[in-house]
């Protein structure tokens, strides 16, 4: 008789059937992504576990185990080197990466913003990691490389290719399974410099609550998640938007409004350069412009810089004003 591999309980759990399945514990995802990142499961496994999960959808409890094993994969800095901690994973298609300036402007203004994301998994989107060349910004290639460059310009994005390899590998069998996987959610959580605070963007509303929740259970002390647009870390200054935050383990919901009466379309191109062309007054956006200083605002919001949203969006249209033209 054939014994039972190791992981086949956690596809059980998972697969038994509308009346015998059930979501994972805590401690469950937490030991069924430690014996994956161990490379203790057969592909075969991999896949049916991953399908199973996007079918069901996690849960907090599963968001929260996944990410303490996935923490513990990686040498993860306690120093808290970083301010903000920012996750960009989905890539933009409708409208280019404008929360970029954001970041940009956050660290030209003080705030140590740390981004890390993956890119190539979704065809037809623009991802950050191409667009900080037009910039002139240096990717880092490691955790050290990352931690230099936030002591020494505030601002460093490092892919997840560089610091969890089996993750990236996870998100980039997209193409082969025609679907995202909760690696996608999990990743924007992983806060490698276990930053005080974490601003997230989600594409499907739903995803905002499970977020929020499973920060707190990861005791993050402040975090903020909002459906970005296209699914990244950006307010669409076209729509209200509703912010749902942790703030020293209490839970709060706010909702930001649209700054204009009528939708702005789509541009027919993207162009990755018209950032550095924005940033440098070159041209004129009042979409982009927007959007770079709402972005800002929330996250000045977030990290008690202002105390109301009036007064983020003020320090945030301040900051914009008085940007260094010349640094990209």
Wanted: contains cysteine; proline residues 5%.
């Amino acid at each position: 008789m054939t014994q039972e591999h190791p992981f086949a309980q956690y596809i059980r759990i998972l697969g038994k059937g509308k009346k015998g399945s059930r979501p994972l514990s805590e401690d469950e995802a937490y030991q069924a992504m430690s014996m994956i990142m161990l490379d203790q499961v057969e592909p075969i496994q991999l896949g049916a576990f991953l399908m199973l999960m996007r079918v069901k959808e996690e849960t907090e409890e599963e968001l929260a185990g996944f990410v303490r094993a996935a923490r513990e994969s990686f040498q993860q800095d306690h120093s808290r080197l970083a301010d903000l901690d920012w996750s960009s994973y989905a890539g933009k298609r409708r409208h280019l990466p404008w929360f970029l300036l954001s970041t940009l402007l956050l660290a030209d203004n003080g705030i140590k913003v740390f981004m890390h994301g993956a890119e190539g998994h979704t065809e037809g989107r623009i991802y950050t990691r191409n667009v900080l060349k037009v910039l002139g910004i240096q990717e880092a290639t490691n955790l050290q490389q990352a931690q230099q460059q936030l002591q020494d310009n505030n601002f460093s994005y490092l892919s997840l290719e560089f610091f969890c390899p089996k993750l990236f590998g996870m998100i980039n069998l997209r193409p082969i399974m025609g679907l995202r996987s909760p690696v996608h959610t999990l990743a924007r959580l992983l806060n490698p410099f276990n930053a005080p605070y974490s601003l997230q963007g989600i594409f499907h509303p739903s995803y905002r609550q499970v977020h929020q929740k499973a920060a707190l259970l990861l005791q993050q002390p402040h975090m903020a998640v909002l459906k970005g647009e296209g699914g990244e870390t950006e307010r669409n200054p076209d729509v209200t938007c509703l912010v749902q935050s942790v703030h020293d383990g209490q839970l709060s919901d706010e909702e930001w409004p649209a700054l204009f009466a009528r939708r702005h379309i789509k541009p027919d191109t993207l162009e990755p350069n018209q950032l550095a062309q924005l940033w440098r007054g070159e041209i004129q956006d009042e979409f982009a412009e927007a959007s770079v200083i709402a972005t800002a605002a929330v996250a000045l919001k977030l990290l008690g810089k202002a105390v109301s949203q009036q007064q983020a969006q003020d320090m945030a249209q301040d900051y914009w004003l008085n940007r260094a033209v010349s640094s990209y």
